[in-house]
């Protein structure tokens, strides 16, 4: 049976990003065992905390989804006394993970080097749009800009229509995982030798990597690729197609998927062609293939191609909707769409893309804005009074209500 505590159980992370890339890397950190301090700034909080529509009872779906399994400090950086309370923390923190923009940095006294100057030991997390140095490290980075500029966009979207965002924030959620990656490397060390560790992660190598092969085909001399609808560039078939009712896709990855296609499409013409027997041959005579593939399953529902492509062993799946994702019977099996605690139906996270087989899922509902100030400052030494005295000169904030423990607001 799986017990509660995660791996990183013990493990103390402050996590002062904002938006979506940093705010994921630190949910899965906690999901994790960690615990994840999130420090946010006096008034607004974290950016996404104001992002909507939609918002549930006032809160947005987008923050829900990313600032699970966290307490909230409610902290002004920019005041002297909250940068010695922000200090004071980073003091017991094994992880450190921020956003702030790299030539801001030292500005603020948060730099990498004179952090690990008073906690040798401290796992540093800069995240950034472009990385730390280079002659752009300085530039604003968001997701959108991040796909235009890696090249993501110019190979996505129709053929001969322009170039498309992938419709999700897929570079925010990606570079969230690798410096989940970096975080969890460096602990590993830092557990045998104690020593910390300074990480650069940023939404550009991010989508770089996601890129890698198509990069690499380029260089080897492979034309400049453009969208192309969601046809691959290296193999054939793999691509949407429509059928009687709605679009599925057919993904052929070897010549054995590509005989079973043909026998299970009735296409004897198509196996028994000695030009089409290799990958390099199908895509020389893509779109022969692939009009008489078209045309076959254009006969019949997606429901009876998926049946009988199945059963072939050919690799397909129907389009999915939203409504239908969070209906399909293995993502409701896995437990994927967790309930945010004390939102009824109206709130949803996804859980972590990781089974731990001893671990059991973690879902504490987000917290709310300054929910955890009092107790964190309290856990670090500061008396009633000196709380009291930051929070009247706006050093801290707390929430205007507390929280209980199933998450909905407690009555006064």
């Given at each position: 049976?799986?017990?509660?505590?995660?791996?990183?159980?013990g493990?103390?992370?402050?996590?002062?990003?904002?938006?979506?890339?940093?705010?994921?890397?630190a949910?899965?950190?906690?999901?994790?065992?960690?615990?994840?301090?999130?420090?946010?700034r006096?008034?607004?909080?974290?950016d996404?905390?104001?992002?909507?529509?939609?918002?549930?009872?006032?809160e947005?779906?987008?923050?829900?989804?990313?600032?699970?399994?966290?307490?909230?400090?409610?902290?002004?950086?920019?005041?002297?006394?909250?940068?010695?309370?922000?200090?004071?923390?980073?003091?017991?923190?094994?992880?450190?993970?921020?956003?702030?923009?790299?030539?801001?940095?030292h500005?603020?006294?948060?730099?990498?080097?004179?952090?690990?100057?008073?906690?040798?030991?401290?796992?540093?997390?800069?995240?950034?749009?472009?990385?730390?140095?280079?002659?752009?490290?300085?530039?604003?980075?968001?997701?959108?800009?991040?796909?235009?500029?890696?090249?993501?966009?110019?190979?996505?979207?129709?053929?001969?229509?322009?170039?498309?965002?992938?419709?999700?924030?897929?570079?925010?959620?990606?570079?969230?995982?690798?410096?989940?990656?970096?975080?969890?490397?460096?602990?590993?060390?830092?557990?045998?030798?104690?020593?910390?560790?300074?990480?650069?992660?940023s939404l550009?190598?991010?989508?770089?990597?996601?890129m890698?092969?198509r990069?690499?085909?380029f260089?080897?001399?492979?034309?400049?690729?453009?969208?192309s609808?969601?046809?691959?560039?290296?193999?054939?078939?793999?691509?949407?197609?429509?059928t009687?009712?709605?679009?599925?896709?057919?993904a052929?990855?070897?010549d054995?998927?590509?005989?079973?296609?043909?026998?299970?499409?009735?296409?004897?013409?198509?196996?028994?062609?000695?030009?089409?027997?290799?990958?390099?041959?199908r895509?020389?005579q893509?779109a022969?293939?692939?009009e008489?593939?078209?045309?076959?399953?254009?006969?019949?529902?997606?429901?009876?191609?998926?049946r009988?492509?199945g059963?072939?062993?050919?690799?397909?799946?129907?389009?999915?909707?939203?409504?239908?994702?969070?209906?399909?019977?293995?993502?409701?099996a896995?437990?994927?769409?967790?309930?945010?605690?004390?939102?009824?139906?109206g709130?949803?996270?996804?859980?972590?893309?990781?089974?731990?087989?001893?671990?059991?899922a973690?879902?504490?509902?987000?917290?709310?804005?300054?929910?955890?100030?009092?107790?964190?400052?309290?856990?670090?030494g500061?008396?009633?009074?000196?709380?009291?005295?930051m929070?009247?000169?706006?050093?801290?904030?707390?929430?205007?209500?507390?929280?209980?423990?199933?998450?909905?607001a407690?009555?006064?």
């Open positions: 049976m799986p017990v509660a505590l995660g791996p990183l159980e493990v103390r992370v402050v996590d002062m990003t904002t938006s979506y890339a940093g705010p994921t890397a949910m899965y950190l906690g999901d994790l065992g960690a615990t994840v301090i999130k420090v946010e006096p008034g607004t909080g974290d996404t905390r104001a992002w909507g529509p939609p918002f549930v009872d006032g947005s779906a987008w923050f829900a989804s990313a600032n699970r399994n966290k307490k909230s400090v409610v902290l002004d950086i920019r005041a002297p006394e909250g940068r010695d309370v922000l200090l004071r923390l980073l003091d017991t923190a094994d992880v450190f993970l921020h956003n702030v923009n790299p030539a801001k940095v500005g603020l006294g948060i730099d990498g080097e004179r952090l690990r100057s008073r906690n040798p030991r401290l796992v540093y997390c800069a995240m950034s749009g472009f990385g730390s140095d280079g002659p752009d490290s300085g530039l604003p980075g968001y997701d959108l800009v991040a796909q235009a500029r890696s090249g993501l966009m110019s190979v996505t979207g129709e053929s001969g229509r322009s170039p498309q965002r992938v419709s999700t924030a897929l570079s925010d959620v990606v570079t969230g995982m690798c410096a989940a990656i970096a975080v969890n490397a460096a602990l590993v060390r830092q557990r045998v030798s104690g020593a910390g560790e300074i990480i650069d992660v550009l190598d991010a989508d770089l990597a996601l890698a092969p990069i690499a085909a260089h080897a001399g492979e034309p400049e690729p453009a969208p609808g969601g046809t691959d560039s290296v193999l054939a078939v793999y691509q949407p197609f429509e009687a009712d709605r679009t599925m896709v057919v052929v990855g070897n054995a998927m590509w005989q079973r296609l043909c026998a299970a499409l009735d296409l004897p013409e198509l196996a028994a062609d000695p030009a089409l027997a290799h990958n390099a041959g895509r020389e893509r022969r293939v692939t008489a593939i078209a045309g076959r399953l254009a006969t019949r529902p997606a429901a009876d191609w998926l009988i492509l059963e072939a062993g050919v690799p397909v799946a129907i389009v999915h909707t939203l409504s239908e994702v969070v209906k399909d019977p293995q993502v409701v896995r437990g994927a769409v967790l309930p945010v605690p004390g939102s009824g139906d709130l949803v996270t996804v859980r972590s893309p990781f089974r731990l087989s001893s671990t059991a973690r879902n504490e509902r987000f917290p709310a804005l300054g929910e955890h100030t009092r107790q964190v400052l309290l856990g670090l500061y008396n009633e009074e000196e709380i009291t005295r929070r009247c000169t706006g050093v801290i904030a707390e929430a205007a209500e507390p929280v209980d423990a199933g998450g909905e407690a009555a006064s």
